[in-house]
């Protein structure tokens, strides 16, 4: 089977733009996971998609973030506009819907922000 | 809440020793306990998971994990540590009343020197 498909890899914009990364999960999964990993540091989870609807968006810092899962296939992350903060990694996971199932990552999208 | 603990950013180990990445947690739940894996540029793989049953469970690449309930803890084992086991690796819990999110340590850098 195909697995999580992330674009871009990479992302470099200025201050103030507006950035948006795609996630294609492994078809089957309604569970759609975003995380974000900054500076190194843990992987912080941002949101959750069970099909289309947003089962848990504790994790999305502010209201400059704004996810999709439009027809519950594919999902985006938009950042508008992006500050200097938001670089970092974001990774994109799905999964079965039981919930000891592993993650299945994608690659990750780095983004920079200057 | 939950939470992941993984107290060293770094562990060395030569070829041929055991190796051991440790890691605590924290759920009010029953914890569902993985271990990850992450090479450069690429996404989180997963290694292993502790759902109940046999407090030593065994994954991919001959490593294994111990579930101490009493120490909360997971610890990530491997009798015989290769150069290809060099890598990042990624505690996560999740609570069993939790049906989504995933909580992630900070990551351990594992390097296995010839």
């Known amino acids: 089977e195909a697995g999580v498909t992330q674009f871009p890899s990479h992302s470099v914009i200025e201050k103030g733009q507006t950035v948006t990364l795609r996630c294609d999960p492994i078809?089957?999964?309604?569970?759609l996971y975003w995380y974000r990993r900054v500076m190194g540091k843990e992987i912080k989870f941002l949101l959750h998609?069970?099909?289309?609807?947003?089962?848990?968006e504790s994790g999305m810092p502010n209201n400059r973030f704004l996810a999709e899962r439009t027809g519950g296939t594919y999902s985006t992350l938009k950042v508008q506009p992006a500050e200097l903060e938001d670089s970092g990694v974001y990774f994109c996971a799905s999964s079965h819907g039981t919930d000891n199932s592993p993650l299945h990552f994608g690659n990750g999208t780095r983004l920079t922000v200057t | 809440a939950q939470s992941v603990a993984q107290p060293e950013d770094q562990v060395n180990v030569a070829e041929g020793n055991p190796l051991t990445v440790k890691c605590t947690y924290s759920?009010?739940?029953?914890?569902?306990l993985f271990w990850y894996v992450q090479y450069p540029n690429r996404g989180l793989q997963f290694l292993l998971k502790?759902?109940?049953?046999?407090?030593l469970v065994k994954g991919s690449y001959g490593f294994e994990a111990e579930f101490n309930k009493s120490q909360t803890s997971f610890h990530l084992k491997k009798p015989s540590a290769l150069v290809s086991d060099s890598a990042l690796y990624f505690c996560a819990v999740r609570d069993n009343t939790n049906a989504g999110k995933s909580t992630f340590g900070d990551g351990t850098t594992l390097t296995v020197k010839p």
């Open positions: 502790y759902i109940t049953g046999d407090n």
């Open positions: 998609f069970v099909k289309e609807s947003k089962q848990d």
């Open positions: 078809s089957g999964h309604d569970n």
């Open positions: 759920v009010s739940g029953n914890p569902y």
